[in-house]
């Protein structure tokens, strides 16, 4: 089973809402052959609390224009590493501290990526800061 369509096209808004407020290291993850209660991750991480928010509340308000509103918020008090459930895709949205020590990716790293294409004028930062190859350009 590979993801749905629809739970891409809903990863794919929530990577771009993310890389609108400057989220760094945007990754897609098909976890459908591995989880049964979602198809897609989509895991993106900011250098502060305040940004973390902003993106969250990027990746919510344009999920919501799509009349899809998440299941379960957790994690938005604190700011450090905010979960948005949409059934069909989970958004992880980490402060740059806890991306590297919990490492999503390499915890995940038997999924396959799905690429995304973030417009060119888009920067997408790697955590330190400097400019990143954009996602698209990566998966090849």
């Not at 794919?12 to 945007?26: E, F, Q, S, V």
């Not at 059934?87 to 390499?106: C, G, M, P």
Request: charged letters at 25%.
């Amino acid at each position: 089973m590979t993801a749905s369509t629809h739970a891409i096209t809903l990863a794919t808004a929530a990577g771009l809402a993310a890389a609108d407020k400057l989220a760094t290291n945007i990754v897609v993850l098909d976890v459908s052959e591995q989880l049964s209660i979602t198809d897609v991750f989509v895991i993106a991480s900011a250098p502060n609390e305040r940004q973390v928010q902003a993106i969250v509340d990027a990746v919510q308000e344009r999920l919501l224009e799509l009349d899809t509103k998440p299941v379960r918020r957790e994690g938005h008090r604190e700011g450090r590493w905010v979960l948005l459930d949409f059934s069909d895709i989970v958004v992880h949205v980490q402060h740059s501290d806890e991306r590297a020590f919990y490492s999503l990716e390499r915890l995940w790293k038997d999924c396959p990526v799905i690429p995304i294409n973030i417009p060119s004028d888009t920067a997408v930062l790697s955590d330190s800061g400097t400019a990143a190859k954009p996602i698209s350009e990566e998966s090849d």
